[in-house]
T-cell receptor, first 111, second 115 residues
Framework: GNSVTQMEGPVTLSEEAFLTINCTYT??????LFWYVQYPGEGLQLLLK?????DKGSNKGFEATYRKETTSFHLEKGSVQVSDSAVYFC??????????FGTGTSLTVIP | DGGITQSPKYLFRKEGQNVTLSCEQN?????MYWYRQDPGQGLRLIYY???????QKGDIAEGYSVSREKKESFPLTVTSAQKNPTAFYLC??????????????FGPGTRLTVL
């Protein structure tokens, strides 16, 4: 079956620190992979995506590389800001199938 | 601007009452979804619809009902049979259910509280 496992939070970092949020997946076929961000009281927004192995998605300084050999899609950012404080969700979609989400990782960045 | 609207943002319901949450999209998307979000549990799929007049149960459909009479609209009714309805409800849509490259777009959510 399909599933997404992501690193449990909460994660607290100082401003300008390096961020990694781990995400691994199990899927039938060759899925597309996504990272979404959710700010308090809001819906989810797409942060980045990758649709095939070795693709790198990037947006707003965040990056994630689709690693088929390790079934991973880890989210990274070189220097976090206070405004990056949010909950981050990893997700996948397999051909002919619906979306599967991880449980979310809460990030707090302190000045 | 294209997007998904959900209303109301906050909703209060007494026990034993049915309540309907609105979801409208102007993205011309074929597929629409309803999720429930509880703290620490991520998103759980309630219902989804690939085309007008067709919908399927998700993982937690008991106590919920939906309709899809128009492409733009996918209202969710939380019935009195739903034992613990207090949660944050998110509506989403995507283009071409079979095209799995496309992401989902989400509405701003409705927070339902049962008094």
């Amino acid at each position: 079956g399909n599933s997404v496992t992501q690193m449990e939070g909460p994660v607290t970092l100082s401003e300008e620190a390096f961020l990694t949020i781990n995400c691994t997946y199990t899927a039938t076929g060759y899925p597309s992979l996504f990272w979404y961000v959710q700010y308090p009281g809001e819906g989810l927004q797409l942060l980045l995506k990758a649709t095939k192995a070795d693709d790198k998605g990037s947006n707003k300084g965040f990056e994630a590389t689709y690693r088929k050999e390790t079934t991973s899609f880890h989210l990274e950012k070189g220097s976090v800001q206070v405004s990056d404080s949010a909950v981050y969700f990893c997700a996948l979609r397999s051909p002919g199938n619906q979306f599967y989400f991880g449980t979310g990782t809460s990030l707090t960045v302190i000045p | 601007d294209g997007g998904i609207t959900q209303s109301p943002k906050y909703l209060f319901r007494k026990e034993g009452q049915n309540v309907t949450l609105s979801c409208e999209q102007n993205l011309n998307h074929d597929a629409m979804y309803w999720y429930r979000q509880d703290p620490g549990q991520g998103l759980r799929l309630i219902y989804y619809s690939q085309i007008v007049n067709d919908f399927q149960k998700g993982d937690i459909a008991e106590g919920y009902s939906v309709s899809r009479e128009k492409k733009e609209s996918f209202p969710l009714t939380v019935t009195s049979a739903q034992k613990n309805p207090t949660a944050f409800y998110l509506c989403a849509s995507s283009n071409e259910y079979r095209d799995y490259y496309n992401e989902q777009f989400f509405g701003p959510g409705t927070r339902l509280t049962v008094l």
